[in-house]
């Protein structure tokens, strides 16, 4: 059974940082994709970074050059380092997993979430 457990969000002043963590049982990490998603408030859910099994990335457009995502093979964990905080940036964060990166990247076809851990900006 696969389990998801994000950690590390907070409230923050704007500009500041923060290191999200997801932690990933029951799977073989090391073999899929990850990826960060956020959803707001009367919001859809969104892509925020993903990565590969072998390191390639991708961003949103919303926080390209402020949010880094990495991942750690050997402790099942992926992480997502957010500089350069906005307001905007507020919303509940989760990370989730596929064999597939598109469907990691488009963020659809997964069968269960975690429980997120939400992240406040304020101004």
């Known amino acids: 059974q696969v389990q998801l457990v994000e950690s590390g969000g907070g409230l923050v002043q704007a500009g500041g940082s923060l290191r999200l963590s997801c932690l990933a049982s029951?799977?073989?990490?090391?073999?899929?994709?990850m990826g960060w998603y956020r959803q707001a408030p009367g919001k859809q859910r969104e892509l925020v970074a993903a990565?590969?099994?072998?390191?390639?990335?991708k961003y949103g457009d919303s926080v390209e050059g402020r949010f880094v995502i990495s991942r750690d093979n050997a402790k099942n964990t992926v992480y997502l380092q957010m500089n350069s905080l906005k307001p905007e940036d507020t919303a509940v964060y989760y990370c989730?997993?596929?064999?597939?990166?598109?469907?990691?990247?488009?963020?659809?076809?997964?069968?269960?979430w975690g429980q997120g851990t939400q992240v406040t900006v304020s101004p």
């Open positions: 990565i590969s099994s072998y390191g390639r990335t």
């Open positions: 989730n997993q596929d064999s597939s990166w598109l469907r990691v990247v488009i963020g659809v076809g997964f069968g269960s």
């Open positions: 029951g799977t073989t990490f090391s073999s899929n994709a």
